[in-house]
């Protein structure tokens, strides 16, 4: 947890540049999972997932409100039924 409050600190005091989020997100998302149970990834899924989108949904306007979803809802699919297929084929 160490880790993460340095990196919100750093955040807070606008010394992480906007382009560089993507990455700093990604390696901080690839350190707090791999500490995770399966239990709690799934715990952590279903319950910050419709939290972060109420939150994003809540911030952008009617063009993008349609847009994200149905990116969204393909990408889920994709994942989801690539999970399926994996387990069905295994």
């Not at 399966?38 to 939150?55: G, Q």
């Amino acid at each position: 947890m160490n880790q993460m409050k340095k990196m919100m600190e750093k955040m807070m005091s606008a010394m992480v540049k906007p382009e560089d989020m993507p990455q700093m997100m990604g390696a901080m998302m690839d350190r707090m999972f791999s500490q995770m149970s399966s239990e709690d990834r799934i715990a952590f899924v279903t319950t910050m997932m419709p939290k972060c989108l109420s939150l994003i949904f809540a911030e952008i306007g009617p063009e993008a409100k349609e847009k994200l979803p149905r990116e969204m809802i393909g990408k889920m699919v994709s994942i989801l039924e690539g999970q399926i297929n994996q387990k069905t084929s295994s």
